[in-house]
């Protein structure tokens, strides 16, 4: 539980005080729920099962849990993700709304700054502009195309590299010669690693070039919407060390300040969203 008035300015903390409405993101690998309840924030991340409904709903059932609230108290609820449109939550007034439009505004309200956010998912890659005054979205582009630039790429090389998801960042951070990977497939990349395996090539330099070969696509997609403003890192992938280090050299800047875990920044953006549908209904 977070209490909102730490996290947020002054202006955006009276907006949202006492909304009790909730955000569902479901991705690929994981769903993401949000909480918003009479001033506090709670939050859950699960794997993604294979019932889109029933993971929501169990996500839903712990965060009110968690609140000590009643259902019928929960006012609106937004679905975001791949899995929006099958959210299944009945019994509260819900809708759904694209997650480049909730990682936005997830991301305006922990850091009015933002005006640039790069979101690395588990099958795709975003780049998004955002209105520093609104919170809205201005433009956006995607790779959604080819698993190379995302974290399913990321989580077949840890495989190839024997090690856990969540080691393979720490890996690449303790590399200062990061393997070059030039491959833009990530059939062709994969086959890199192999051959750099059995060159004796060391497992952090390997893992150190498949996380620059990333951000290398980050960068492409950031120039195509402009490098301004204040940039944040969305998404499971902005936990990974390895690839915060990759992209900072990259783009030669610092990165925002979220000041929560960034996974969650979809969610809290879409529980927003269903407070703003009940403020205007």
């Given at each position: 539980?977070?209490?909102?008035?730490?996290?947020?300015?002054?202006?955006?903390?009276?907006?949202?005080?006492?909304?009790?409405?909730?955000?569902?993101?479901?991705?690929?690998?994981?769903?993401?729920?949000?909480?918003?309840?009479d001033?506090?924030?709670?939050?859950?991340?699960?794997?993604?099962?294979?019932?889109?409904?029933q993971?929501?709903?169990?996500?839903?059932?712990g965060?009110?849990?968690d609140?000590d609230a009643?259902?019928?108290?929960i006012?609106?609820?937004v679905?975001?993700?791949?899995?929006?449109?099958?959210?299944?939550i009945?019994?509260?007034?819900?809708?759904?709304?694209?997650?480049?439009?909730?990682?936005?505004?997830?991301?305006?309200?922990?850091?009015?700054?933002?005006?640039?956010?790069?979101?690395?998912?588990?099958?795709?890659?975003?780049?998004?502009?955002?209105?520093?005054?609104?919170?809205?979205?201005?433009?956006?582009?995607?790779?959604?195309k080819?698993a190379?630039?995302?974290?399913?790429?990321?989580e077949?090389?840890a495989?190839?590299?024997?090690?856990?998801?969540?080691?393979?960042?720490a890996?690449?951070?303790?590399?200062?010669?990061?393997?070059?990977?030039?491959a833009?497939?990530?059939?062709?990349?994969?086959?890199?690693?192999?051959?750099?395996?059995?060159?004796?090539v060391?497992?952090?330099?390997i893992?150190?070039?498949?996380?620059?070969?990333?951000?290398?696509?980050?960068?492409?997609?950031?120039?195509?919407?402009?490098?301004?403003?204040?940039?944040?890192?969305?998404?499971?992938?902005?936990?990974?060390?390895?690839?915060?280090?990759a992209?900072?050299?990259l783009v030669?800047?610092e990165?925002?300040?979220?000041?929560?875990?960034?996974?969650?920044?979809?969610?809290?953006?879409?529980?927003?969203?269903?407070?703003?549908?009940?403020?205007?209904?």
């Amino acid at each position: 539980m977070i209490d909102l008035k730490n996290l947020l300015d002054e202006e955006h903390y009276e907006k949202i005080k006492n909304a009790r409405t909730a955000g569902i993101d479901i991705g690929s690998r994981a769903t993401k729920g949000v909480l918003l309840y009479d001033g506090k924030l709670y939050e859950s991340v699960v794997s993604s099962g294979v019932s889109t409904k029933q993971t929501a709903n169990e996500v839903l059932e712990g965060l009110i849990r968690d609140a000590d609230a009643d259902r019928e108290s929960i006012q609106f609820l937004v679905g975001t993700g791949y899995g929006r449109v099958a959210v299944g939550i009945d019994d509260i007034p819900n809708k759904g709304i694209t997650e480049i439009s909730c990682h936005a505004m997830g991301a305006h309200y922990l850091n009015p700054e933002t005006e640039t956010i790069f979101d690395i998912g588990g099958q795709d890659c975003k780049a998004i502009k955002v209105d520093k005054k609104s919170g809205q979205v201005i433009e956006f582009v995607m790779n959604d195309k080819c698993a190379a630039g995302t974290g399913r790429f990321l989580e077949k090389v840890a495989q190839m590299l024997d090690l856990e998801l969540d080691e393979l960042g720490a890996e690449a951070v303790q590399s200062d010669n990061p393997s070059d990977i030039s491959a833009q497939c990530v059939v062709f990349a994969e086959s890199e690693v192999i051959s750099l395996k059995a060159q004796g090539v060391p497992r952090k330099d390997i893992a150190a070039g498949v996380h620059m070969a990333t951000a290398r696509r980050v960068k492409n997609l950031l120039k195509r919407i402009g490098l301004t403003g204040t940039i944040v890192f969305t998404g499971g992938v902005s936990n990974n060390p390895g690839m915060v280090k990759a992209v900072r050299q990259l783009v030669g800047r610092e990165l925002g300040d979220l000041k929560i875990d960034a996974t969650i920044v979809g969610a809290l953006g879409a529980a927003i969203y269903a407070h703003y549908a009940v403020v205007d209904s």
